[in-house]
């Protein structure tokens, strides 16, 4: 599962080149999505009026909302210290789950934030365009 914390959020709808081919290539794919939690989707919204449109725009972009399990365990994160909502969002939906098996990848140009143990990609890397 590859989930777009808020600062990918925020490029994949400015335009990054190499989010954009990813969007593209999995809508192309039958079953791939890009899971977008729904408070990093409101924080990059709160701060760029329509980027939800030009983010939700790509067919494969899904949003993770928060069920009742979701909103206490973010809760909880919120309070231990793990960051603010959208940080904690994102760290809850790459957590593993029952329907899906293999290791989630978080995409984001801010990894420092996020602790050890979670496999985060930088937006920027060379990786991201194919090259290594």
């Known amino acids: ?9 925020r490029a994949l709808a400015e335009g990054h080149k190499a989010l954009n081919l990813l969007a593209g290539n ?14 990093c989707l409101m924080q990059a919204e709160s701060e760029d009026e329509n980027l939800s ?7 494969s972009v899904v949003v993770d909302g928060l069920d009742t399990v979701a909103s206490v365990t973010v809760g909880t994160m919120i309070r231990d210290g793990y ?3 959208d940080t904690c969002h994102a760290l809850y939906c790459a ?14 140009a801010q990894e ?11 937006i920027d890397s060379p990786g991201m365009l194919g090259f290594h």
């Not at 809508?27 to 408070?39: E, F, K």
């Not at 449109?53 to 067919?59: G, K, M, V």
């Open 26 to 39: 999995m809508a192309r794919t039958p079953g791939d999505r890009l899971i977008v939690p729904a408070l």
């Open 95 to 108: 957590l593993p789950r029952a329907e899906f098996t293999g290791m989630s990848i978080l995409l984001t």
């Open 1 to 9: 599962m590859i989930i777009l914390d808020t600062s990918a959020v």
């Open 112 to 122: 420092a934030t996020y602790p050890p143990g979670v496999l985060t990609v930088d």
């Open 53 to 59: 449109q030009r983010a939700l725009a790509f067919s």
């Open 83 to 85: 960051g603010g909502p």
